[in-house]
């Protein structure tokens, strides 16, 4: 079984830098696209950003030029470079791998392939 464990949250002022670190855990698979994504309060969850493992990423507009999304592929980790940051970035932030398991699915195709989260970690930006 593969799991996401998330870490790296926490308050910090507006304008401060923050890391996030996602890493895949688990035995007899490969990643191949992951990302980045938050849940803000009252609100619907949002993409922040995404890298496949070719390394092509994609930015939410909102966060072009202050996010970046950093990969180990050999770590099966993927971070989230937050620098200056506004207040609206406070929300729970999610980490989203598409796995691929060995294995045969339903259909008897092999890898299985199959969307995970992580648990979320806080992200709160205040003075």
């Known amino acids: 079984q593969v799991h996401l464990v998330e870490s790296g949250g926490g308050l910090v002022q507006p304008g401060g830098s923050l890391r996030l670190s996602c890493a895949a855990s688990?035995?007899?698979?490969?990643?191949?696209?992951m990302g980045w994504y938050r849940q803000a309060p009252g609100k619907e969850r949002e993409v922040v950003a995404t890298?496949?493992?070719?390394?092509?990423?994609t930015y939410a507009d909102s966060v072009e030029g202050r996010f970046t999304i950093p990969r180990d592929t050999a770590k099966n980790t993927v971070y989230l470079q937050m620098v200056k940051r506004a207040p609206e970035a406070t929300a729970a932030y999610y980490c989203?791998?598409?796995?691929?398991?060995?294995?045969?699915?339903?259909?008897?195709?092999?890898?299985?392939?199959?969307?995970?989260w992580g648990q979320g970690t806080q992200v709160t930006v205040s003075s």
């Open positions: 989203n791998a598409a796995v691929l398991e060995e294995g045969h699915d339903d259909n008897g195709l092999s890898p299985v392939k199959y969307p995970l």
């Open positions: 890298i496949t493992n070719g390394g092509f990423i």
């Open positions: 688990g035995s007899a698979f490969s990643i191949d696209a």
